[in-house]
């Protein structure tokens, strides 16, 4: 367990819906990154917070938006979904956001568009 | 650009065999190094990481070098067990062109199948 938690676990919608994904970081962990894993893709970096201030951003798309909120938990939505949002959604986080920390992942939220 | 690359598998090794996983990395500035494990229907866990060029990783009985000369950081381990099958991701944390954070840039994963 990485302390990591999120939700919910599994996700099914139609296309056009909009989509809220939760994740609360390690207790003491500052900074929480959203990551996207499909077949196609692999895994790929979406953004990363850093005490409720954006810091990076990947190849999120405009349809995406995230945030993190003053207890630190953030939140992915994820509006207008397309079949080819199917994935598999990691938040992960870490403690000061520095590129020689561990980030810790959490289980996943797997959202699937029908 | 900043990109991973790992040989691609399924590796399948019998119980107690020799692992390599190849990987290699492009990368601006100078980037940590880890290697991810993911077990099914999992999220990812940290196996080990190095941080500077020469830093050995290892955890587990599996190792990495980084070498900067060669820009790689190959898994090993002496003897592997079945329960070491699993999806291996080798991966590289950097700071994007222009922001403040970071981010982890993943190779496309190796499968390693061990049998009894």
């Known amino acids: 367990d990485s302390g990591v938690t999120q939700t919910p676990k599994h996700l099914i919608t139609a296309t056009g819906q909009r989509v809220t994904l939760r994740c609360s970081p390690r207790s003491g962990d500052l900074s929480v990154y959203w990551y996207q894993q499909s077949l196609d893709q692999g895994l790929q970096f979406l953004i990363q917070?850093?005490?409720?201030?954006?810091?990076a951003k990947g190849n999120i798309l405009e349809r995406f938006s995230a945030q993190q909120f003053p207890d630190l938990h953030s939140e992915l939505n994820l509006s207008s979904l397309e079949l080819g949002d199917s994935a598999l959604y990691f938040c992960?986080?870490?403690?000061?956001?520095?590129?020689?920390?561990?980030?810790?992942f959490g289980p996943g939220t797997r959202l699937l568009v029908l | 650009g900043n990109s991973v690359t790992q040989m691609e598998g399924p590796v399948t090794l019998s119980e107690e065999a020799f692992l390599t996983i190849n990987c290699t990395y492009t990368?601006?500035?100078?980037?940590?190094l880890f290697w991810y494990v993911q077990y099914p229907g999992e999220g990812l866990q940290l196996l080990l990481k190095?941080?500077?060029?020469?830093d050995k990783g290892s955890n587990k009985g599996f190792e990495a070098t980084y070498r900067k000369e060669t820009t790689s950081f190959h898994l090993e381990k002496g003897s592997v067990q079945v329960s070491d099958s699993a999806v291996y991701f080798c991966?590289?944390?950097?700071?994007?062109?222009?922001?403040?954070?970071?981010?982890?840039?993943f190779g496309a994963g190796t499968i390693l199948r061990v049998k009894s």
């Open positions: 917070y850093y005490n409720g201030e954006e810091r």
């Open positions: 990368a601006t500035g100078y980037p940590s």
């Open positions: 992960a986080s870490s403690e000061y956001g520095q590129i020689q920390e561990t980030q810790y």
């Open positions: 190095a941080t500077k060029a020469d």
């Open positions: 991966a590289l944390s950097i700071t994007p062109d222009g922001e403040y954070g970071n981010k982890l840039v």
